[in-house]
């Protein structure tokens, strides 16, 4: 139901953008959102933003990672900046509706110091 794009590799200072697109048979969508889990940790919340465009960030990325989405395109973004090696992980994309709760199938990103 969802595709997620965008992981890789990169040196720390650098940017990355992930971009998750949901299936034409998702209707009303409410949150969009990115997690993400690194090796031996709990999955934690990156950045959600709602139907209405109100975003929430956990806090060691707030200034650095930008979310966004496109209604339209049924698509949410994840703008990361000055990214660090505290930044490695699989991102996983999460998409609500009333009724579901759908998540990607994760995409790595790898930060080198």
């Known amino acids: 139901h969802l595709v997620e794009s965008g992981g890789g590799l990169v040196q720390a200072g650098g940017s990355l953008r992930l971009s998750c697109a949901a299936s034409?048979?998702?209707?009303?969508?409410?949150?969009m959102g990115w997690y993400r889990q690194a090796p031996g940790k709990q999955r934690e919340l990156v950045a959600s933003i709602t139907s209405g465009g109100s975003t929430n960030y956990a806090d060691s990325v707030k200034g650095r990672f930008t979310i966004s989405r496109d209604n339209a395109k049924k698509t949410v973004y994840l703008e990361m900046n000055s990214l660090a090696p505290e930044d490695t992980a699989a991102y996983y994309c999460?998409?609500?509706?009333?009724?579901?709760?759908?998540w990607g199938q994760g995409t790595q990103v790898t930060v080198s110091s």
């Open positions: 034409g048979c998702i209707f009303s969508i409410n949150a």
């Open positions: 999460n998409v609500r509706g009333a009724l579901y709760d759908y």
